[in-house]
C-alpha cells in the first residue's frame, strides 16, 4: 500500500506524519532535525512511501539532498502555496502542519519548487555574502558622512575609496576626531578588502563559465548581475518560455480581474530580490551609460519617453532576463550595433 508522508519541519525538531492511500493515520511522531534521525524513522512506518514533502525554508535545500541521496522520494513544495492550504485549518500546530503536508501529498495539491544543486547554492552564498558586506559598508559610508556633517563638514559625493581620502584629510585638521572616525576607518578597510577578495574569485568563476560569458555581451550585463542569473534560474528548462522568467524574478505587474474591476498593479517582486537588484542596475547602465547602440537601448529610449525613466528601466530588466535566457538556451551572443546610437 503506497504512503503519503508530511514533515513540518522546525530547527531543533521535525513532525512527521504518514498516510495511508484512504487518508488514514498510520504514524505520527518527531524526529531530531537531522537526515538520519528522519532517515531511520521513516525506513520503519513509511517503508513504501510515495511522496515524502516538506516545505521551502532555510533547511530545505540540505533535507532535500541528503534524503534524496539516501533514496527517499522527497519533494519540496512552494511555501506560499502551502500555507494557502494549511491556512485552512483552525487549529496552528506542527503536528497539524504535517497532517496537512500529507494530505496535499495525497491528494497532488502542490506545486514543487526546484531545488538548487550544491554548486549554484555555494555560488549563490558568495553573492549574498558579498551583498551582505556592501550593505555594510555603505552604512559605514553613511555614517562618516552624518558625523561630519554634524560638524558642518559636507564630504560630497564620492566613492569609499575617495570618502576615506576625504575624511582623512579631515583628520589632519582636526586630531581630536581621531577617536571617532578612525574605528569607522578601520572597519571600511577590513570590508573594502573582503569585498575585493569576493569580486576576484566571483571573476574567476565567470570567465571559467561559458554561459556566463555570453550574457556578458548584452550591454550594461556583467559578471556578477549573470552570475545571479544563473545560480538562480539553476536549470533553464525549467521554463517552456523566456518570456516566464520575468515573472518568476517577480519583473512583471500583478492583476486583479473580478467581474467588472480589472486593475493591473506594480510588478509583483516575487523571486530573488538580489537578481532582480542587478538586472534593474543593468538597465540603468544600458540606458544612461552604455554608448553602443543596440534594438534593447532604441526600445528602451523611445519606451522613456512614453512611461518614464523609472518604469522603463523595469520593462528593460524583464526584457533582460528574457534576453539571458535566451541566450543560455540558444547557445546564442547579443548582436549589438557597431557605430554609436
Same mark, same amino acid.
Given at each position: ?24 493515520? @498510520? ?5 531530531? @532535525? ?18 515524502? !514533502? ?61 531545488? +538548487?544543486?550544491?554548486?549554484?547554492? +555555494? ?42 581620502? +576625504? ?24 570590508? /573594502?578588502?573582503?569585498?575585493? +577578495? ?78 532582480? /537588484? ?9 540606458? @544612461? ?14 519606451? /522613456? ?8 528601466? !523595469? ?6 532576463? !528574457? ?8 547557445? /546564442? ?9
Amino acid at each position: 500500500m503506497k504512503q503519503y508522508v508530511g514533515l513540518d519541519i522546525s530547527m531543533e525538531e521535525t513532525s512527521i506524519c504518514v498516510l495511508d492511500q484512504a487518508g488514514g493515520v @498510520t504514524f505520527e511522531g518527531c524526529a531530531p @532535525t537531522n537526515p538520519e534521525a528522519i532517515a531511520e524513522l521513516l525506513r520503519r512506518h513509511a517503508g513504501n512511501a510515495e511522496r515524502i !514533502v516538506f516545505e521551502t525554508g532555510s533547511l530545505s535545500n540540505w533535507l532535500w539532498h541528503q534524503l534524496r541521496a539516501l533514496g527517499f522520494p522527497v519533494i519540496c513544495l512552494d511555501a506560499r502555496h502551502a500555507n494557502a492550504a494549511l491556512s485552512m485549518r483552525i487549529n496552528k500546530s506542527d503536528q497539524n502542519d504535517a497532517k496537512g503536508l500529507a494530505e496535499m501529498a495525497r491528494m497532488g495539491w502542490y506545486r514543487e519548487a526546484a531545488v +538548487k544543486g550544491a554548486e549554484s547554492w +555555494k555560488t549563490r552564498s558568495m553573492l549574498a555574502a558579498r551583498s551582505k558586506l556592501v550593505d555594510l559598508r555603505r552604512d559605514l559610508d553613511n555614517q562618516m558622512r552624518g558625523l561630519c556633517k554634524g560638524l558642518g563638514i559636507l564630504l560630497g559625493r564620492a566613492g569609499s575609496t575617495n570618502l576615506a581620502r +576625504k575624511v582623512n584629510a579631515v583628520l589632519a585638521e582636526s586630531p581630536d576626531l581621531q577617536s571617532i572616525f578612525a574605528p569607522l576607518l578601520l572597519a571600511q578597510s577590513c570590508l /573594502t578588502e573582503q569585498i575585493e +577578495k569576493f569580486d576576484r574569485e566571483l571573476l574567476v568563476m565567470a570567465k571559467g563559465d561559458q554561459t556566463v560569458r555570453r550574457m556578458m555581451t548584452v550591454p550594461g550585463i556583467g559578471p556578477l548581475t549573470a552570475l545571479a542569473f544563473v545560480v538562480t534560474i539553476d536549470n533553464p528548462a525549467r521554463f517552456r518560455h523566456s518570456a516566464d522568467v520575468g515573472a518568476y524574478l517577480g519583473l512583471t505587474p500583478r492583476r486583479h480581474q473580478s467581474g467588472e474591476i480589472d486593475r493591473t498593479g506594480r510588478i509583483s517582486k516575487r523571486g530573488n530580490h538580489q537578481v532582480r /537588484t542587478y538586472l534593474f542596475e543593468a538597465a540603468n547602465v544600458l540606458l @544612461t551609460v552604455v554608448r553602443r547602440g543596440s534594438a534593447l537601448k532604441r526600445w528602451g529610449s523611445k519606451l /522613456t519617453k512614453r512611461i518614464g525613466a523609472k518604469k522603463t528601466k !523595469v520593462a528593460v530588466a524583464r526584457k533582460m532576463a !528574457v534576453i539571458l535566457h535566451s541566450i543560455w538556451t540558444d547557445g /546564442t551572443e547579443f548582436q549589438a550595433e557597431m557605430r554609436a546610437a
